[in-house]
């Protein structure tokens, strides 16, 4: 079933949990970054969270290799983040958990690539990145997940009785979700998910060049088995040329470029519709800026 909710993935840190771990066994938490930190402190409220492993120790630069990650086989779901927006990580594959239930925060990577699936069976996305405007969030649950909704649940924060209702408990984003259907219908125009992919795949590498060709002036954050095909971070040698940057890009029409708060240095956000004249303009705005 496709969902259409409100909250962002935000109110899915609590909704997730409340429907499916509150006072039954635990949950597994794959952690790779700040937003999966906060998915498993939301869940935390609701019942036993574990944490299956995480790439805190090491920076958030990577992801883990499957194989690595030690699952409980009595886990009510394993939950990760398919893309982690602020230190620019992401999965390069669906996750396989070997038959535990897999959910899945896919709000900043959703309907940039081909996904499978039948490997999850709950995905949830805030849709301002790639799937329309803020205020609409788009869950997809399988009916196996919805058949463990237990009695009890305010019915807005009940995934099955907004399924049985076809998300109108209550009147939706109207005027978001119509902009979800032209949405929709651009990526089916524009070839689908593997033309949009492609494209993705070519604005990143274009950007990525530019890093490995500045002889260390740009540092990638990223571990290159791990990096991000929307969002591009990386630090300059000092906090000073750091700022300077940002400010002489945003004079030559490129803005938004300086990296979240919590971690600071440049991040580049190339969702579906950052057009590849940009990702151009910005490599060589960068080519130039290091070798001044």
Same mark, same amino acid.
């Given at each position: 079933?496709?969902?259409?909710?409100?909250?962002?993935?935000?109110?899915?840190?609590?909704?997730?949990?409340?429907?499916?771990?509150?006072?039954i066994g635990s949950a597994d938490y794959?952690?790779?970054?700040a937003w999966g930190e906060k998915a498993?402190?939301?869940?935390?409220?609701?019942?036993?969270?574990?944490?299956?492993?995480?790439t805190a120790e090491a920076g958030y630069?990577?992801?883990?290799?499957?194989?690595?990650?030690?699952?409980?086989?009595?886990?009510?779901?394993?939950?990760?983040?398919?893309?982690?927006?602020?230190?620019?990580?992401?999965?390069?594959?669906?996750?396989?958990?070997?038959?535990?239930?897999?959910?899945?925060?896919?709000?900043?990577?959703?309907?940039?690539?081909?996904?499978?699936?039948?490997?999850?069976?709950?995905?949830?996305?805030?849709?301002?990145?790639?799937?329309?405007?803020?205020?609409?969030?788009?869950?997809?649950?399988?009916?196996?997940?919805?058949?463990?909704?237990?009695?009890?649940?305010?019915?807005?924060?009940?995934?099955?009785?907004?399924?049985?209702?076809?998300?109108?408990?209550?009147?939706?984003?109207?005027?978001?979700?119509?902009?979800?259907?032209?949405?929709?219908?651009?990526?089916?125009?524009?070839?689908? &998910? %593997?033309?949009?992919?492609?494209?993705?795949?070519?604005? #990143?590498?274009?950007?990525?060049? +530019?890093?490995? @060709? =500045?002889? /260390?002036?740009?540092?990638?954050?990223?571990?290159?088995?791990?990096?991000?095909?929307?969002?591009?971070?990386?630090?300059?040698?000092?906090?000073? &040329? %750091?700022?300077?940057?940002?400010?002489?890009?945003?004079? #030559?029409?490129?803005?938004?470029? +300086?990296?979240? @708060? =919590?971690? /600071?240095?440049?991040?580049?956000?190339?969702?579906?519709?950052?057009?590849?004249?940009?990702?151009?303009?910005?490599?060589?705005?960068?080519?130039?800026?290091?070798?001044?």
């Open positions: 079933r496709v969902l259409f909710l409100q909250g962002g993935a935000t109110l899915q840190f609590s909704m997730v949990p409340m429907n499916f771990l509150a006072g794959i952690l790779t970054g498993a402190a939301e869940a935390r409220s609701f019942g036993s969270v574990r944490i299956a492993t995480s630069r990577t992801v883990p290799q499957i194989d690595d990650i030690d699952f409980d086989p009595s886990a009510r779901y394993i939950h990760y983040t398919s893309n982690e927006t602020i230190e620019g990580i992401e999965f390069s594959n669906d996750l396989d958990a070997h038959g535990l239930p897999v959910v899945c925060d896919a709000s900043s990577n959703i309907l940039s690539k081909p996904i499978d699936i039948k490997k999850y069976s709950l995905i949830y996305a805030g849709a301002q990145k790639n799937i329309g405007p803020s205020g609409v969030t788009v869950v997809i649950i399988s009916d196996e997940m919805l058949a463990r909704v237990p009695d009890g649940l305010p019915s807005l924060l009940d995934y099955r009785k907004i399924a049985e209702n076809g998300s109108l408990l209550n009147t939706p984003n109207t005027w978001g979700i119509y902009i979800i259907d032209l949405v929709c219908k651009w990526l089916a125009d524009a070839g689908g &998910l %593997e033309a949009i992919q492609a494209r993705n795949i070519m604005k #990143a590498r274009i950007l990525y060049d +530019a890093i490995d @060709r =500045s002889d /260390g002036f740009y540092s990638g954050h990223a571990d290159r088995n791990a990096r991000s095909l929307m969002n591009v971070t990386f630090r300059l040698p000092t906090p000073d &040329l %750091e700022r300077q940057f940002c400010t002489e890009a945003a004079s #030559a029409g490129m803005v938004g470029l +300086a990296g979240h @708060r =919590s971690v /600071g240095g440049i991040r580049a956000s190339i969702y579906n519709a950052f057009p590849l004249e940009g990702a151009e303009c910005l490599a060589a705005f960068m080519d130039e800026f290091s070798s001044r």
